[in-house]
Structure formats: C-alpha cells, structure tokens
C-alpha cells in the first residue's frame, strides 16, 4: 500500500487557493487517477474535518481547494489499496491530525504487549490495528505521557519528543516502518519527520501576479506581499528545484507564524 502527501500551511486561510498555487505541480505528483482512495482534511474553527473520495476523484487543486477557508490542507492518495478504506492516512482525535506518506503496509504494527500503553480514553477511539493508526496513537500516548496532549495549544518541544518516541519504537520493532514519513498537527503548527525516507519542503514568502483569486478588475494577476506558506511533499516524483529535501532523520517544525526549524531525529 502506497501514500503519497502532501500538506500546505498558510498564514492566511482566506488566501489558501493562492498559496497552494506555486505548488500546484505537486498535486500532479499525488496521481490521483492511479489513487484507490483521496483522502483530504482542513481546518475548520480549530477542528480537523475529513472528506473521502473514492474514483472518479474531483480536481482537488481546481474545485475543492477554493471553497475551503482553512490555514492548513492536508491531502492522502492511497495506492494499491486492497479490501476497505477503514484504517487509512489522516488519522484524527480531538484537534490532532496525523498524515502517513511511503510504503505502509497493512500488516499490524507488532504484538500489543510490545507497545506502549495507550490510556483507555485514547484507545477506544482507535478504529484498527494497522500500521499507521497504532502508529498515530502511540505518537498521543507519548504526548499524554510527557503532559503535552492536556495542553490547548501544542508545545512543540514537548510533540517532537512524542514524535521521536513513537518512531524509535517503529525503528525497533518494525523495520520496514522506517520507509515511511508522517506529519501532525494540532491546526497551528506542523510537525514533519521521517526515518529512512527523504520529504520534500518549499517556502513561498509573497506572492505576484496571482490569478488564484481572480486577479484585479483589469485581468492583472494580484499581490500578496504578506503571504507565506510551507509546503511538504512526499512523492516518488523529483521535485524542481525550488523544492527542498528534509531527512532523512530530521523533523521539521512550522509554526503559526510560518516559520521553520529542523531538528535532528
């Protein structure tokens, strides 16, 4: 089973159609006419809101993407899917979102003695037992344990060490799960990392001539001068140029301001 992602961030939620504009190659990347499922999810009053689209799937960049007011999109096409849709890439709970890019097989992560205990309150929400979905709720029991999931708004220390937990476990007990990248966010900031697999990053600070939004009165494309947006990719694709490559063993945090640190695995 292969995910591909992609995921954009923006600090005008209004503006998103134009921010996913200089990135519009990478929706090209996420093949969705080779997809058996296209999952996308935004932002809505603080709260993630998924949709599902099976074949024949709708232009997600031309039709879909202009009627969201969100700060953040996330996007999941699911290969070589077999047997049903349940248990897939983004995973949801409460205000998190958790969206899973490489090769993911459906197999179960491994024994649930070998896990970290994942508190009831958290556990009865988990709908399966494959890879991503156990990998997802291990990632919320680390950040239940180390007091960051009670937090209403996400110290990003305190995720990355839930993060770094939850992907040593993956690197221990399942090797294979090293050929995978993951992204999670509490709708403010976003949090990349990957073990073996490389993910692609680009920034676009201002933006001109924009016909995203429908230009000006006289057909010019518009400027947004204070628009700024982070993007990531995972994709067997090469990117251009303008894009940057993360990893492998990196994570790379944004923040609402849309800035970006990278920091060691």
Known sequence: MLNRMLAIITNDAMALPCAAAPVAEAFGWLRLNEASVVSLAHYS??????????PP???????VLPKLHSRLVLACTTAHLQGAAQG????RYRNWTMLLGGNCDDAPLVAKEQLLAIP???DKNRRSDL???VLFYQFLA???????????ESDPRLVREALRSALSLVEALKPSGRDVSLLVTDGHAIHAASLDRPVYM?????????????????????????????SFCDTDALPSPEWDTV??????SVDKRIQTETFAL
């Open 45 to 54: 009053q603080g709260t993630p809101v998924l949709a599902l689209y099976r």
């Open 57 to 63: 799937v709708p232009d997600i960049h031309g039709t």
């Open 88 to 91: 897939l890439s983004p995973y």
């Open 120 to 122: 009831e309150y958290l």
């Open 131 to 133: 890879f991503g979905e």
């Open 142 to 152: 680390f950040l239940h344990s180390n007091g960051g999931l009670a937090k209403d």
């Open 202 to 230: 680009r920034r676009v600070e201002g933006l001109k001539e924009c016909m995203a939004c429908g230009g000006d009165l006289d057909g010019n494309g518009k400027e947004h001068p204070y628009l700024k947006s982070v």
């Open 247 to 252: 990893g492998p063993r990196k994570i790379v």
